[in-house]
């Protein structure tokens, strides 16, 4: 998985508590995506990051929040979980220029 | 606009047969349309990728086909195989300082030997 892991790799939480998902490279790749995969609708783009405290956000992005204080970490939080946030959760990361992004095994996440 | 739409959801073909997944888009600077594949329990990982200038690129037994003036773009599995059962998605992109990718919804694809 091109030096990405993803911690923890599943979770079960109960509604109303915070969450944080940790996503970690080895790759020293300028971006990182945090993206959600439900069936029926592939994956989409949470929030990504181009650098060190640089992050914007995606189609998804409400009810999510993201930091990078170091090159290899990307943190996604959901401040307070939702059912809807029930989900399986892939960071990627990416070169800049270039469209190629490299996906982590990724974070089942069940919100009761 | 932002879309991209992919058919079929699902996809079942007997071993050494074609297998065909099409993708649609409306954004025409759209310049980036890759295919991933996902088996179960892993990341996507990209497969093939083409960019519009060309109308066709093939990588061994996986070829995307391009019509620009269409909006659409297909991948084409010649001789499928049990191991290329997995779940398959075109994306499309418009931002290479970014890279974000705008994905279709997906097509699980099943080979039976």
């Known amino acids: 998985d091109a030096g990405i892991t993803q911690s923890p790799r599943h979770k079960v939480t109960e509604t109303g508590t915070p969450v944080t998902l940790r996503c970690h490279q080895t790759?020293?790749?300028?971006?990182m995506y945090w993206y959600r995969q439900d069936p029926g609708h592939g994956l989409r783009l949470i929030h990504y990051?181009?650098?060190?405290?640089?992050?914007d956000k995606g189609e998804v992005s409400d009810g999510y929040s993201v930091s990078r204080s170091k090159t290899e970490d990307f943190l996604l939080t959901l401040e307070s979980a939702t059912s809807s946030q029930t989900s399986v959760y892939f960071c990627?990361?990416?070169?800049?220029?270039?469209?190629?992004?490299?996906f982590g095994p990724g974070t089942r996440l069940t919100v009761t | 606009q932002q879309q991209v739409k992919q058919s079929p959801q699902s996809l079942i073909v007997q071993k050494g047969g074609i297998s065909i997944i099409n993708c649609a888009y409306e954004?025409?600077?759209?310049?980036?349309f890759p295919w991933y594949q996902q088996f179960p329990g892993k990341g996507p990982a990209l497969l093939i990728a083409?960019?519009?200038?060309?109308s066709e690129k093939k990588e061994g037994r996986f070829t995307i086909s391009f019509n620009k003036s269409a909006k659409q773009f297909s991948l084409h599995i010649m001789d499928s195989q049990p191991g290329d059962s997995a779940t398959y998605f075109c994306?499309?992109?418009?931002?290479?300082?970014?890279?974000?990718?705008?994905f279709g919804q997906g097509t699980t694809l099943q080979v039976k030997p």
């Open positions: 990627a990361i990416g070169t800049s220029g270039d469209y190629e992004q490299y």
């Open positions: 790759e020293n790749h300028r971006y």
């Open positions: 990051s181009y650098g060190v405290k640089d992050t």
């Open positions: 954004n025409t600077a759209f310049d980036y």
């Open positions: 083409i960019r519009p200038d060309v």
């Open positions: 994306a499309a992109s418009t931002d290479s300082n970014t890279g974000k990718l705008i």
